[in-house]
């Protein structure tokens, strides 16, 4: 019991932690079964409503997302961006592979986050990893080192606003 209390001290906002990690966990489940079929559904609803309940106090990263009208737009935004990101580097790692001669330049550069929630930090570090030719390979403080297939730049603000400058700004309206 003495982990729980000492868990849920600076705890702000329990209930919001609650209903971001149960919409997160409802959202992965409905997506994992592609069905809107009504047990589905239910079934979806009790067992994320059950995680959620027990991991809500331990689960403060969920407390800094917020919900409005203007987040949701940036949400999809996101997604639209990411989608168009993620085509244009799996083309361009697609012409790497299928080329004859590979002229990469691989290495890991450095770029700096502005993000101050672990949550957007998260976000963003996924969302590079997630592209093809880049992979986050640590997070300290505001920096995210980070592997690339072909590195055109040495400069660290131009390798910023080259890998992360397109998703940053989106993520910072939803995150903060």
């Not at 997070?139 to 660290?156: A, D, G, M, R, Y």
């Not at 940053?168 to 903060?176: A, N, P, Q, R, T």
């Amino acid at each position: 019991m003495e982990i729980i209390r000492r868990s849920m001290q600076g705890t702000t906002n329990i209930p919001l932690q609650f209903f971001n990690l149960w919409l997160t966990l409802f959202i992965i489940w409905m997506i994992a079964n592609a069905t809107l079929a009504i047990d589905t559904v239910i079934a979806g609803f009790v067992i994320s409503a059950v995680i959620a309940l027990v991991f809500a106090t331990f689960a403060k990263v969920y407390s800094v997302i917020r919900w409005s009208p203007i987040v949701l737009f940036y949400y999809l935004k996101y997604l639209g961006v990411f989608f168009i990101e993620l085509v244009k580097a799996n083309i361009s790692v697609m012409r790497l592979v299928f080329s004859p001669r590979i002229d990469i330049k691989p290495g890991i550069i450095e770029i700096k986050t502005e993000l101050k929630s672990p949550i957007g930090r998260l976000a963003l570090a996924n969302t590079i990893t997630l592209t093809p030719g880049t992979l986050v390979v640590d997070i300290k403080e505001e920096s995210l080192f980070v592997h690339c297939i072909n590195v055109n730049t040495t400069n660290q603000a131009e390798a910023t606003a080259e890998i992360s400058g397109r998703f940053e700004s989106i993520l910072k309206v939803i995150y903060g």
